[in-house]
């Protein structure tokens, strides 16, 4: 799609880089990386305060860029079936982004 972003995503929860990473356009292998902000951020309003009050998935976005101070190697990847599962349910949200 065209969709120009305004900003930046990141999360502090390893599982949730993870699933972003697998379900990211292209081919290639997951990547996350380890990163710091370097300037302001805000919780994420695509997924915050939706169900629960809160920033539970500790999910954030800047318009700052993000400074790469590692990578993660190790997490728990989602099985095929689970992958899945979350294609077909991004496919049917018709849900509007925040940008």
Same mark, same amino acid.
């Given at each position: 799609?065209?969709?120009?972003?305004?900003?930046?995503?990141?999360?502090?929860?390893?599982?949730?880089?993870?699933?972003?990473?697998?379900?990211?356009?292209?081919?290639?292998?997951?990547?996350?990386?380890?990163?710091?902000?370097?300037?302001?951020?805000?919780?994420?309003?695509?997924?915050?305060?939706?169900?629960? *009050?809160?920033? +539970?998935? !500790?999910?954030?976005?800047?318009? &700052?860029?993000? $400074?790469?101070?590692?990578?993660?190697?190790?997490?728990?990847?989602?099985? *095929?079936?689970? +992958?899945? !599962?979350?294609?077909?349910?991004? &496919?049917?949200? $018709?849900?509007?982004?925040?940008?």
């Amino acid at each position: 799609s065209g969709l120009k972003m305004n900003h930046i995503y990141f999360t502090a929860v390893i599982s949730g880089a993870g699933l972003a990473a697998a379900l990211a356009k292209g081919d290639g292998s997951e990547r996350i990386y380890i990163v710091e902000p370097t300037g302001d951020f805000e919780n994420d309003p695509n997924v915050t305060d939706k169900k629960f *009050p809160g920033n +539970l998935t !500790r999910s954030y976005r800047s318009q &700052a860029p993000l $400074k790469i101070v590692g990578e993660a190697t190790e997490w728990l990847r989602q099985t *095929p079936e689970d +992958l899945r !599962r979350w294609q077909e349910k991004l &496919a049917d949200n $018709k849900g509007e982004i925040i940008n």
